[in-house]
């Protein structure tokens, strides 16, 4: 299990009943997860003095339900990085805490190469990754098919001050971009990846992560430098083991570069239970 534990603006109070309670800074918020199967051992108290919480509905999505006034934009920092937030229609803020073990992982290894570093960041969402791996010095290209995700991204890049850093933000089908990517002869030293379960291309292709993250894969394979540092699949699909991306990589960037293997869950510490919610997977492959 690798555990988020260094945060200070962010922090899972409780869970229980199929929601978790966090804190975002000063803003705490309701939020529903389905990993949460245990119960909720009482629904008072800190659990009703929330300023938005999250509704799901039986037919599907859901809506906020605000209870204190709250900015539309605000910030958080993990170190020296900063991130906006605000509530989205889907329950989200804009930013996966947990996702600071990989940022912190990366940026070791990035710093420790000694050498210019290209990362290429895909299905990249609000950047993160991007902005963990620019601070750390590697020139990114940041790539994700939906315009107000990558226009996000460069505020989250903007506000941790790296906005003179070379970061190309490309708002274009991720496929597509590794396919030419290809016919250019582009190559990277690092690719991260955060594929969805489901999706569908803008010709209506589908991806289905079972079937389709395997030749993804070895696509991504042919754009990789002589002297790769890292490669790093992030997955919430539910029902896949961590040890499928390890062997995943262990047949495509081990079989041809040998280096090191990782993988496991990704989660957070709770505070009121002192246990670990778990919150993804992860397969890491690095020289």
Request: proline share 6%; net charge positive.
């Amino acid at each position: 299990m690798y555990i988020a534990s260094e945060w200070q603006d962010y922090e899972v109070l409780d869970t229980g009943g199929g929601e978790k309670l966090e804190r975002w800074g000063d803003v705490i918020l309701r939020r529903p997860d389905p990993q949460i199967i245990w119960p909720l051992s009482n629904d008072t108290g800190k659990w009703r003095d929330v300023h938005g919480h999250y509704h799901r509905s039986s037919s599907g999505g859901g809506q906020w339900e605000m209870k204190k006034p709250i900015p539309a934009d605000w910030k958080i920092g993990y170190g020296k990085l900063k991130f906006h937030l605000r509530p989205t229609n889907f329950k989200h803020t804009g930013l996966f805490p947990e996702q600071a073990a990989n940022w912190s992982w990366m940026m070791d290894k990035i710093a420790a190469a000694n050498r210019p570093i290209s990362v290429l960041n895909l299905f990249a969402y609000t950047g993160g990754a991007t902005v963990a791996a620019a601070s750390a010095g590697a020139s990114v290209v940041h790539v994700d098919a939906a315009k107000g995700m990558v226009q996000w991204a460069k505020e989250n890049v903007q506000l941790s001050g790296l906005g003179e850093r070379p970061v190309r933000f490309i708002t274009d089908d991720v496929f597509k971009f590794v396919q030419r990517e290809q016919r250019r002869g582009s190559k990277y030293d690092a690719i991260i990846m955060d594929p969805p379960s489901y999706g569908r291309g803008p010709s209506g292709e589908m991806w289905k992560l079972e079937t389709s993250l395997y030749p993804f894969l070895e696509s991504c394979m042919q754009i990789m430098s002589d002297k790769p540092l890292f490669l790093l699949i992030n997955s919430y699909t539910t029902g896949i083991s961590p040890t499928v991306l390890r062997n995943m990589l262990a047949m495509t960037m081990g079989k041809r570069y040998g280096g090191k293997l990782s993988s496991g869950e990704i989660g957070l510490p709770i505070t009121a239970s002192g246990m670990t919610l778990p919150c993804g997977i992860l397969g890491r492959w690095e020289s």
